[in-house]
């Protein structure tokens, strides 16, 4: 079964940092696009941050130089969080998409997500 899962959320005070990872079973991620999203209570789902390719990193704009989105190995992605602010409160998701012309095994698929609480 291929599945994917978020792991290192919590509660931390404002100002302060997590590293979340995401681990892929059943398959490796290889090229595919590979986002971590959030989505607060009563809001919409938000891209955080995407790696493309062999490198190529995009990041929201709240999250611009606090954020860092990385590929630990062939099976693990991390987000590490610095600088953590009320706001970036949310259940996190890891999500894969194929993405021509990349190469990726699964069409796509989502985590179940990892709750991230930030207090003042």
């Known amino acids: 079964e291929v599945q994917l899962v978020e792991s290192g959320g919590g509660s931390v005070q404002a100002g302060g940092s997590l590293r979340l990872s995401c681990t892929a079973s059943g398959f490796a991620f290889g090229f595919c696009r590979r986002d971590w999203y959030r989505q607060a209570p009563g809001k919409e789902r938000e891209l955080v941050a995407r790696?493309?390719?062999?490198?190529?990193t995009i990041y929201g704009d709240s999250v611009k130089g606090r954020f860092t989105i990385s590929q630990d190995n062939a099976y693990t992605l991390s987000l590490l969080m610095n600088s953590l602010q009320t706001e970036d409160t949310a259940l996190y998701f890891c999500?894969?998409?194929?993405?021509?012309?990349?190469?990726?095994?699964?069409?796509?698929?989502w985590g179940q997500g990892t709750q991230v609480t930030v207090s003042s």
């Open positions: 999500a894969v998409h194929r993405m021509s012309p990349y190469y990726c095994p699964i069409d796509q698929l």
């Open positions: 790696f493309i390719g062999g490198g190529t």
